[in-house]
């Protein structure tokens, strides 16, 4: 079975445990409790393949920013998160993904941009129209979510487990390939 790495980046409080813990193990926490590094496992079926995801929930307040180079290198797969009610949690994913882009490279930097907090259309600040715009500036893919009420977390992994697959060029175990006139064939 193929491991999939994917880490989860953000701003303080934009919700990445709750989306974390919300893919792995389907439930809401609404208790907010400061992580340093929480790790979850999740097994993930995708076009007949299995994949094991380890998702790293990471800190998200500037004392452990040091720490982001180390997650980026280890990463394959990147969830970028900000809350829909805080303007500097979305200005912050700027510096993330410059980060990221710096040790992957464009091509290996597979990665979501997440608006979390759906829920809280009252509060709201960071409006649909720059989420889009950020992430189609960065070529990524964007969902709104909401950890609360489950809105597009689903969506968004597998979205990005596709992403992760086809920037590593990940095939399924028990397939080769094989070089025929210049072309790569899947045996």
Same mark, same amino acid.
């Given at each position: 079975?193929?491991?999939?790495?994917?880490?989860?980046?953000?701003?303080?409080?934009?919700?990445?445990?709750?989306?974390?813990?919300?893919?792995?193990?389907?439930?809401?926490?609404?208790?907010?409790?400061?992580?340093?590094?929480?790790?979850?496992?999740?097994?993930?079926?995708?076009?007949?393949?299995?994949?094991?995801?380890?998702?790293?929930?990471?800190?998200?307040?500037?004392?452990?920013?040091?720490?982001?180079?180390?997650?980026?290198?280890?990463?394959?797969?990147?969830?970028?998160?900000?809350?829909?009610?805080?303007?500097?949690?979305?200005?912050?994913?700027?510096?993330?993904?410059?980060?990221?882009?710096?040790?992957?490279?464009?091509?290996?930097?597979?990665?979501?941009?997440?608006?979390?907090?759906?829920?809280?259309?009252?509060?709201?600040?960071?409006? +649909?129209? +720059?989420?889009?715009?950020?992430?189609?500036?960065?070529?990524?893919?964007?969902?709104?979510?909401?950890?609360?009420?489950?809105?597009?977390?689903?969506?968004?992994?597998?979205?990005?487990?596709?992403?992760?697959?086809?920037?590593?060029?990940?095939?399924?175990?028990?397939?080769?390939?094989?070089?025929?006139?210049?072309?790569?064939?899947?045996?």
């Amino acid at each position: 079975m193929t491991t999939l790495k994917i880490t989860a980046l953000g701003a303080g409080a934009v919700g990445k445990s709750a989306i974390t813990v919300r893919f792995c193990n389907g439930i809401w926490v609404e208790r907010y409790d400061p992580t340093i590094e929480d790790s979850y496992r999740k097994m993930m079926e995708l076009d007949g393949t299995q994949y094991l995801l380890e998702v790293l929930d990471t800190a998200g307040t500037e004392h452990f920013t040091a720490m982001r180079d180390l997650y980026i290198k280890n990463g394959q797969g990147f969830v970028l998160i900000y809350s829909i009610t805080s303007e500097g949690s979305f200005h912050d994913l700027e510096e993330i993904r410059r980060q990221i882009v710096d040790i992957k490279g464009e091509e290996k930097a597979a990665m979501i941009m997440l608006g979390n907090k759906c829920d809280l259309e009252g509060q709201r600040v960071i409006s +649909q129209a +720059q989420g889009k715009e950020t992430s189609s500036k960065w070529k990524c893919p964007w969902f709104e979510t909401s950890a609360k009420n489950n809105t597009n977390i689903d969506d968004a992994f597998t979205t990005l487990t596709r992403r992760i697959i086809s920037a590593y060029d990940i095939r399924p175990i028990g397939t080769k390939t094989e070089k025929k006139k210049g072309k790569c064939t899947l045996l």
